[in-house]
């Protein structure tokens, strides 16, 4: 399990632990703006291959993960090859200050590309105040069976882990608490890629 200070981001660490079993027995897992790899283990694909635009977090995560497979590069400029049959990207688009929010949806539209027919995307993105996710929903409809958007985004601040634990399970039961205030952010889980026309 991953621990946060901050309930929003633990909320989002307890549903990506259920998510993440969809990845069993499955080829080949991308992790799009990996990071330092910190999500390898939660990867169950025969193989791992993070991509991320910072060469040193790609370096530090094969220090980790000596089998893990590494590619530096944004995920705007993915060699259309790059392709997975589980696909996640994390707490980069629309969240990360690396990350050129004018780019969503043409990376929205990179991450559906990237995804194998019959698999999986996992991602969440921060919403621009205005924005109601819409146009990311249309984008990823006609290519998906099945498209789920979890809400959610308040209570982002740190509030220590034992609280952030405690509001994270409250806002599990109550779902008016993901999105009260502050932030606006969605977990998409996209199953059965279509084939790509
Ligand atoms: C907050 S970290 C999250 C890392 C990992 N996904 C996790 O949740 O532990 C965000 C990462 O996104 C990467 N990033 C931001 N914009 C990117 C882009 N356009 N293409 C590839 N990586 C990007 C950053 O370099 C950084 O490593």
Redesign the pocket.
């Given at each position: 399990m991953?621990y946060s200070e901050r309930p929003a981001k633990q909320f989002l660490f307890n549903l990506l632990r259920k998510k993440f079993a969809l990845s069993r027995e499955r080829q080949i897992g991308l992790?799009?703006?990996?990071?330092?790899?910190?999500?390898r283990p939660w990867f169950e694909t025969r193989r791992y291959i993070g991509?991320?635009?910072?060469a040193g977090?790609i370096r530090e995560g094969r220090e980790k993960y000596p089998e893990a497979e590494g590619v530096v590069?944004?995920?705007?400029?993915m060699d259309p090859a790059l392709r997975g049959d589980f696909v996640?990207?994390?707490?980069?688009?629309g969240?990360?200050?690396?990350?050129?929010p004018g780019?969503t949806l043409a990376?929205v539209r990179k991450l559906a590309e990237a995804t194998n027919e019959g698999g999986i995307l996992i991602f969440n993105a921060g919403l621009p105040d205005g924005s109601s996710g819409e146009k990311i929903e249309a984008l990823l409809r006609p290519h998906f069976a099945s498209v789920e958007a979890v809400p959610y985004g308040a209570f982002n601040a740190p509030i220590g882990r034992p609280a952030a634990y405690v509001m994270a399970q409250a806002m599990n039961v109550l779902p008016f608490l993901r999105t009260v205030a502050g932030e606006r952010r969605v977990l998409y889980t996209c199953t059965g890629r279509k084939h790509a026309a």
């Open positions: 991953r992790d799009v703006a990996c990071g330092k790899m910190i999500f991509v991320d635009l910072d977090r590069c944004a995920m705007e400029e996640a990207c994390i707490q980069a688009i969240i990360n200050s690396h990350f050129d780019n990376c």
